[in-house]
């Protein structure tokens, strides 16, 4: 894929969703955060459900370490892995509080050093809360890159610095927001929705004939 065809498949992304954003509910870069370690292996929409509730009652660091694993654990015990992530979150909250004053660090080292922070989470934090250029990819990202042509990869690494390097610089800082919600509602794993994408004409996905109506 050339640039030309990478600039005109983001200038209509834009176009389509000119201030594209995170599914997730948050009204701080703790919440965020917050949100970002439950939404591993479990939907937005699932998330947020249990976000909701937990932020009326806790929404800093100090707040969700007075409510205690099993306190925390009554909030997002509708969130898959539950367990493992009360027990991170814990512990993030109790650096960020020891180590950070209790605000959410800004780097991406500091950013990684927190449990249940990986990677992928750190780059969502960093674009969507701090507005640094940054690629989170997961499996939508991974399948969009790859299945269009737009920067493929053998593995998220790979993709992401790919992503960082193709997508022209005046869309590199929604690119993320652009390509994950893309993956979720239209090209989707299964079943693309080839003859409903606007990218459709710019796309390389070899099999997309099979999925145009």
């Given amino acids: 894929m050339n640039k030309q065809k ?90 960020l509080v020891e180590k950070h004053g209790g605000e959410v660090p800004e780097s991406r080292e500091d950013l990684e050093a927190l449990p249940g922070v990986g990677r992928k989470t750190a780059n969502v934090v960093l674009n969507t809360a701090f507005g640094q250029p940054a690629m989170a990819v997961d499996t939508h990202i991974f399948r969009v890159s790859n299945r269009t042509g737009i920067a493929p990869g053998r593995n998220v690494v790979e993709v992401e610095k790919r992503l960082m390097r193709l997508v022209p610089k005046e869309f590199l800082m929604d690119a993320h927001h652009w390509l994950i919600l893309h993956g979720r509602y239209t090209c989707t794993a299964r079943k693309p929705k080839c003859g409903a994408c606007i990218i459709e004409d710019l796309c390389e996905f070899k099999q997309k004939r099979d999925y145009l109506d």
């Fill in 6 to 95: 990478r600039i005109e498949i983001f200038t209509r992304l834009r176009e389509a969703n000119p201030n594209p954003t995170t599914e997730l509910n948050y009204s701080s870069p703790f919440e965020l955060l917050v949100a970002v370690i439950l939404s591993a292996q479990a939907t937005d929409v699932g998330v947020n459900k249990a976000t909701d509730k937990l932020f009326r009652v806790a929404r800093t660091p100090e707040a969700i370490l007075a409510l205690g694993v099993d306190g925390l654990k009554q909030y997002i015990k509708t969130i898959g892995l539950f367990n493992s992530k009360a027990e991170n979150v814990i512990k993030t909250c109790r650096i």
